[in-house]
Each structure stands twice: as structure tokens, then as C-alpha cells.
T-cell receptor, first 114, second 117 residues
Framework: GQQLNQSPQSMFIQEGEDVSMNCTSS?????WLWYKQDPGEGPVLLIA?????ELTSNGRLTAQFGITRKDSFLNISASIPSDVGIYFC??????????????FGRGTQLTVWP | DSGVTQTPKHLITATGQRVTLRCSPR?????VYWYQQSLDQGLQFLIQ???????AKGNILERFSAQQFPDLHSELNLSSLELGDSALYFC????????????????FGAGTRLSVL
């Protein structure tokens, strides 16, 4: 099946620092999704990307759809304690625009020290 | 609140038993997805239903089954439970499950934590 390689696995940063994480795939994706999961909760969608090269922001979060269509990046600026959680990249398989099952990366565990 | 409701939140049972997990999708969503999250496997897709019909299947064990009812709620049945089935089980829903990507973002429930002792 599809492999989404997400890195880093974990990050320990100080409040106010910027964060970068990325996700690569062995095959082309036409949609990239970034989710965040808090302890005891389900994943919550942060950003959706639909076009190669697309750069989309959601507050302090910015994500980019790589031009090769095989990677995506998520940046968090000026981190705050509530940014703590696990961040997942995800996408549907296949070359078409239909969405069905999602494949998920293994996640980046973010810890923010005050 | 995603609008997807899962019950129960926690379930503790013994090996060999059978359990049923329930999911109510967001209002208006026709497609329901089930995922399993474990420490060693991460988030894995199990099965998708669309408007009552099975649409896609992942690595779902034969001991597991699911269905979607006319009111669009879904149930995931896990039988002959083993220790390794202990995991978080998530339900997600989307508008249709096919077609334009923007209409098919999956919204996740809070999950059911299953502990098999």
C-alpha cells in the first residue's frame, strides 16, 4: 500500500519558535491534508491542499503542496503551548480527484515548552 | 466539535468477546469511514460505506464487520477479540466519498478506545 513518510517523528521546542515538518510519498497525490490530534480526541483537519505548488495558510499555520506532487510541508510560526499534539499528513491514493480512504503518515509529536 | 458522534468512548472487554462500536455521521454526510489507530501501525483504514453500501475495504480482519443503516449511522462489529485488537477506533464522515475533493474532506469523531484484557 501507500507509504507516507513523515518527519520528524517528534519535536521539542520552546514557545515562540517556528516549527517545520514534512511528508513524502512514494507516489503522486492530488490532495494533501494536514490533521492535528489532541490527546483523547480524533484528528482535526487543519489545512487541505488541492494543487501542486499551492501555499495555504490557516492562522499561524502554513502548508505547501510540493511541485513534484510527492511531498508536502507544514510550518507553524511563533508556537504556543496549545500547539502541543500530534500532526498528521494524509492523502487519498490514486491520480484522480476522488477522495475515499485516506493514508496517514505516522505523525509528528510536537511538545512546546513555555 | 466535528459533528461525528462515536459511542462508547471507552470499552473494556475480555479476549474472545464481541463488541459493537457505533458512529453517527455529520448531518448531511452520506459516507462513513472506519479507522484503527494503534501504536505500532498508526492510523489504518478499515472500511468505507456510502449511503448504505460498502464502498472500499482496507486491511480489515475477517473477524471484523461493519454496516451502515438507512438513517446513515454505522456500526463496527469486532468479534473473537484478541489482545492485539486493543486500539483506538475512529469513525469519519464525508459528504459523498467521491467526486470533487473539496466536498469529501473527512471529519473524525473522538474515537472509541477498546481495551481487550
Amino acid at each position: 500500500g501507500q507509504q507516507l513518510n513523515q518527519s520528524p517523528q517528534s519535536m521539542f521546542i520552546q514557545e515562540g519558535e517556528d516549527v517545520s515538518m514534512n511528508c513524502t510519498s512514494s507516489s503522486i497525490f492530488n490532495t494533501w491534508l494536514w490533521y492535528k490530534q489532541d490527546p483523547g480526541e480524533g484528528p482535526v483537519l487543519l489545512i487541505a491542499l488541492y494543487k501542486a505548488g499551492e501555499l495555504t495558510s490557516n492562522g499561524r499555520l502554513t502548508a505547501q503542496f510540493g511541485i513534484t506532487r510527492k511531498d508536502s510541508f507544514l510550518n507553524i510560526s511563533a508556537s504556543i503551548p496549545s500547539d502541543v499534539g500530534i500532526y498528521f499528513c494524509a492523502g487519498p491514493p490514486g491520480r484522480g480527484s476522488t477522495l475515499g480512504r485516506l493514508y496517514f503518515g505516522r505523525g509528528t509529536q510536537l511538545t512546546v515548552w513555555p | 466539535d466535528s459533528g461525528v458522534t462515536q459511542t462508547p468512548k471507552h470499552l473494556i472487554t475480555a479476549t474472545g468477546q464481541r463488541v459493537t462500536l457505533r458512529c453517527s455521521p455529520r448531518s448531511g454526510d452520506l459516507s462513513v469511514y472506519w479507522y484503527q489507530q494503534s501504536l505500532d501501525q498508526g492510523l489504518q483504514f478499515l472500511i468505507q460505506y456510502y449511503n448504505g453500501e460498502e464502498r472500499a475495504k482496507g486491511n480489515i480482519l475477517e473477524r471484523f464487520s461493519a454496516q451502515q443503516f438507512p438513517d446513515l449511522h454505522s456500526e463496527l462489529n469486532l468479534s473473537s477479540l484478541e489482545l492485539g485488537d486493543s486500539a483506538l477506533y475512529f469513525c469519519a464522515s464525508s459528504l459523498t466519498g467521491t467526486g470533487a475533493a473539496a466536498k469529501n474532506i473527512q471529519y473524525f469523531g473522538a474515537g472509541t478506545r477498546l481495551s481487550v484484557l
